[in-house]
């Protein structure tokens, strides 16, 4: 292969441009996104040698070497792990293909101290490298591939790269940073081993860097610390999960956490088990402090990693968590499970249907806990993640009723949104069958409804709803603990009991009296209305639309037909 300069991807420059010029709030965090990028490439060595065990080539000790040279102001970080092949690391190193970072991109505003802020957040990858170095040299092979086909790649983070073919034995990625001037700071055993031990201690694999010693200066010259020829491992090199919880401090789990999901902020609960019995797994999940923008996203990325003993098998393993949990990130680790599991055997799977079960019993006790131990947590965490909760209504029969319990909605009575069906159960009149509730594009539409008016009248309170979520989901709780579930927009309300007699006698009287004018509208309207009715149920308003029980509310109706069916 000749020698290539190459252009990054617009969306690279860009974020180089913002890297390189921004001051950077937290320039440490470079080495953790390296070192977790050595740590995937070791991960998928071991995965892809499950199949072809060839390629470990008689060195299948997985690590990472962190090294510097003072002269020469470098600081190399080396991994054993698959490697880059001459078109990989054009393709990996000059676009950027993972969408979290493409959404950072996009949200880039060209205000530098905003911006400033926002990579923090997001953490950039291997471009990270350039905060603190003014050049990046990566040399690689491909595991596999002959020796003579290594690639180098050089790059000053500005609009190009350079590509060239060397020779390179040993198989893996070295990533060598040239430090500019202000970054001294990390040519510094001391100082590299504070940042990986708070970073990168969960790492599984040995972090190793060069074991010095003091050495007195001869003829005069100061002493100093010196290579003594061996490496020593500076990191606990134990996966988090698999260590004893004793172990581990908030500070750890939360960790873990910022670089599992890319979030800047510690999750909002944390559960850590090890399940024994039919079917053992170790489970560490998570509950963001807020949702990601593409929440609704049915078909996002789930954010469960599956490990079978240790060993990285997948990232976003849909099929360990139901659809509506999708914003539980964590780990699942598996001793049931054969390696080579491909997503299409995880969905037929016993062992996996078991780890789902405990999985969902799980989250939904961290989310209980949270609304009877913890009620600031969980009203934040019901902001951000309460309509996706619903989707469970429908998805997730089994734990219907635990999830009914869950819910929070506005009420026509109160000022809070956060009446439970309990709260609302506990409230109701003396006579009253049903709870009542009303759903509506936005509260403020539900709260003026003409639908309200009788009950505002007999002082009845009604939930009021106004997710885009909530007609779907209210389809599939009938009743909560006994209490049958009344939409005041359908059909005619009975409010039973709560109707005194002279009422019902008025409206059967209207019914008659207002025949003619009625059976005109209806002619009038017989496109429009399937039936025209007196009603007892206004109270200001002269008129209002109701659904006919059983049919699709107005509210579904949109829904359904902003979703083009
Ligand atoms: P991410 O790690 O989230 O994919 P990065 O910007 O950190 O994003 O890395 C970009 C890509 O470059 C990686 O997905 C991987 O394909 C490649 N890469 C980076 N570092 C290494 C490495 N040490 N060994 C092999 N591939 C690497
Ligand atoms: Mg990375």
Redesign the pocket.
């Known amino acids: 292969m000749q020698k290539q300069t190459l252009s990054f991807q617009a969306e690279v420059a860009q974020l180089l441009k913002l890297v390189t010029h921004s001051l950077y709030s937290n320039p440490d965090i470079f080495l953790r996104?390296l070192i977790s990028?050595?740590s995937?490439?070791c991960d998928k060595l071991r995965f892809e040698a499950l199949n072809d065990a060839g390629l470990h080539e008689n060195d299948s000790e997985l690590k990472v070497r962190v090294s510097f040279d003072k002269a020469a102001k470098t600081l190399t970080i080396t991994?054993n792990?698959?490697?880059?092949s001459q078109q990989?690391a054009i393709d990996?190193?000059g676009t950027i293909?993972?969408s979290g970072t493409r959404d950072f991109v996009a949200k880039l505003s060209g205000d530098q101290k905003n911006d400033a802020q926002l990579i923090g957040q997001f953490g950039v990858?291997?471009?990270s490298g350039f905060i603190v170095a003014d050049k990046i040299t990566v040399e690689?092979r491909r595991a596999g591939v002959p020796a003579a086909q290594g690639v180098r790649w050089v790059s000053e983070g500005t609009g190009e790269f350079d590509v060239s073919e060397i020779e390179r034995a040993e198989r893996g990625?070295s990533?060598i940073l040239h430090l500019k001037d202000d970054a001294s700071e990390y040519l510094n055993a001391w100082k590299l081993k504070g940042i990986i031990n708070k970073y990168s201690d969960h790492i599984s694999l040995p972090i190793l860097m060069p074991k010095e010693e003091w050495k007195e200066g001869e003829n005069d010259q100061p002493g100093e610390m010196a290579f003594t020829g061996e490496w020593e491992t500076v990191n606990q090199a134990a996966a988090l999960w698999t260590r004893p919880k004793k172990d581990i401090t908030p500070e750890h789990y939360a960790e873990f956490y910022k670089q599992i999901s890319y979030d800047s902020e510690a999750p909002l609960a944390t559960t850590h088990n090890r399940v024994e019995g039919a079917t053992e797994y170790t489970q560490l999940l998570f509950i963001p402090s807020k949702a990601p923008v593409d929440m609704f996203n049915r078909d996002k990325a789930a954010g469960v990693k599956l490990y079978v003993k240790r060993v990285f098998i997948m990232d976003d393993a849909q099929a360990l968590l139901p659809t509506y949990l999708r914003f539980v990130k964590g780990v699942v680790d598996s001793s049931d499970l054969p390696l080579n599991v491909s997503r299409e055997l995880l969905q037929e799977s016993r062992a996996v249907k078991a780890i789902r079960e405990g999985c969902t019993k799980r989250v939904l006790s961290m989310i209980e806990d949270l609304a009877n131990n913890e009620p600031e947590k969980f009203k934040t965490f019901y902001a951000e993640f309460g309509a996706v909760l619903k989707e469970g209504l429908g998805e997730d029969f089994a734990n219907r009723e635990r999830l009914a319990k869950l819910l929070r909605f506005a009420s026509s009575t109160t000022d809070t949104t956060s009446v439970s069906f309990a709260d609302y159960k506990a409230r109701m009149k003396d006579g009253q069958d049903a709870i009542y509730y009303i759903t509506a594009d936005t509260l403020a539409a539900a709260k003026s409804s003409p639908q309200l008016e009788i009950f505002r009248k007999k002082g009845i309170e009604v939930l009021l709803m106004a997710d885009r979520v909530d007609e779907w989901a209210l389809n599939y709780l009938n009743e909560f603990d006994g209490t049958p579930l009344q939409s005041v927009a359908k059909g005619a309300v009975d409010l039973g009991k709560l109707q005194d007699e002279d009422e019902k006698k008025a409206a059967e009287e209207a019914q008659t009296q207002f025949k003619p004018i009625l059976d005109k509208l209806k002619e009038a309207l017989k496109d429009k209305a399937s039936d025209v009715r007196a009603t007892s149920r206004l109270v200001d308003s002269p008129a209002c639309l109701v659904v006919q029980d059983g049919d699709m509310s107005t509210q579904l109706a949109r829904m359904l037909k902003q979703a083009g069916q």
Do not use: P, R, V
């Open positions: 996104e990028n050595a995937d490439a991994d792990g698959i490697g880059m990989e990996h190193l293909a993972k990858g291997f471009y690689s990625t990533i």
